[in-house]
């Protein structure tokens, strides 16, 4: 089982290689990708150092999966290349996600869709990664009429120059800003780029990949992203109106039983899930559902995961674990 991770040296592509490894992946070949000024440089795996190499070497060895974290650009310019030569590409960017070709996964909820013919494979946005599968049996029993969104988003979904910027702020230097405002002791309404109609790209995504993951476009989606100075994980206030009415009881045993989900709901005990605790960890965590008084099957949770494990490289490397189980790759 040949294995490229394209992308190794950023955020994301060291938790590819931190999930691979502690989910003993089979990996038989190692091919680690980066940009060309790291190409020769070396990181270590499974207690044995890999040089990076370049993309066209990559793709002319022919790895049976490539896993990127990349950008979207370096995705639309070679997902394609390797997809032609045979390897199954997962994409972590949002080169792929709206593609009608192209399935857009979360595997507890839908890796049943994938093929052998299914070559490029997307990976959902961080933020929808872990809202969906919080609801995923939700919708299935009760049906969702409507979801209201407002996140709280880590630093960390911008990259390394966000977190950078925050410690920065914290150490009173100054330096390259990722954001336009400070971050520390700030919170931003802005994730993604402002579109004409107000909204963000990232509240869009929410949007748009909700409808897509569940296959039903009616389900009527607003969201409000906020980037807050936190490098633990992404957290969301998600509003839910359901299609049947429901016992909150129910609720909790519904999603305590969800694969993949976390229940943390015991307010008597100040116990919620945080940003903070779920730092490195690749559940999703689910706390303070409540009833929402103000409409008929009306609910409301609160919803933490680390961005960067379900949101990013656990999710991709469940996707390949999947592939090789079924044998379609």
């Not at 100075?229 to 509003?239: I, L, M, Q």
Request: aromatic share 6%.
């Amino acid at each position: 089982m040949k294995i490229a991770v394209v992308g190794a040296t950023g955020m994301v592509g060291t938790q590819i290689l931190k999930v691979l490894a502690e989910n003993s992946f089979p990996i038989t070949e190692l091919m680690l990708v980066a940009s060309e000024k790291s190409v020769g440089k070396e990181l270590e795996f499974g207690g044995s150092k890999h040089a990076i190499i370049s993309m066209q070497e990559a793709i002319l060895r022919k790895p049976h999966i490539a896993i990127f974290s990349a950008g979207g650009e370096r995705s639309l310019e070679f997902a394609h290349q390797f997809a032609e030569n045979g390897t199954t590409v997962i994409d972590n960017s949002s080169a792929f996600r709206m593609d009608e070709d192209k399935k857009l996964i979360v595997p507890e909820i839908n890796a049943s869709e994938l093929t052998k013919e299914d070559k490029i494979i997307a990976n959902p946005n961080c933020s929808t990664i872990q809202m969906v599968l919080a609801l995923s049996e939700i919708q299935k029993q009760y049906g969702i009429e409507r979801l209201v969104i407002s996140t709280y988003q880590s630093i960390t979904g911008t990259g390394v120059k966000a977190v950078k910027q925050m410690e920065n702020e914290r150490m009173d230097l100054k330096g390259e800003m990722a954001y336009p405002y400070p971050i520390d002791k700030n919170c931003l309404p802005h994730g993604g780029d402002f579109q004409e109609d107000g909204y963000t790209s990232e509240e869009i995504k929410l949007v748009n990949e909700t409808h897509k993951i569940f296959n039903d476009s009616s389900i009527r989606v607003t969201a409000t992203v906020v980037r807050v100075p936190v490098v633990g994980g992404h957290s969301e206030s998600v509003n839910v109106e359901t299609k049947k009415p429901f016992e909150v009881s129910d609720i909790r045993k519904v999603v305590a039983d969800t694969p993949g989900v976390v229940l943390q709901d015991n307010p008597e005990m100040n116990v919620y899930p945080m940003p903070k605790y779920t730092e490195g960890k690749n559940e999703v965590f689910v706390g303070r559902i409540r009833r929402d008084y103000s409409v008929q099957n009306g609910l409301n949770m609160w919803i933490v995961a680390d961005n960067l494990r379900k949101g990013a490289a656990t999710n991709a490397v469940q996707i390949a674990e999947y592939l090789v189980e079924k044998g379609l790759v």
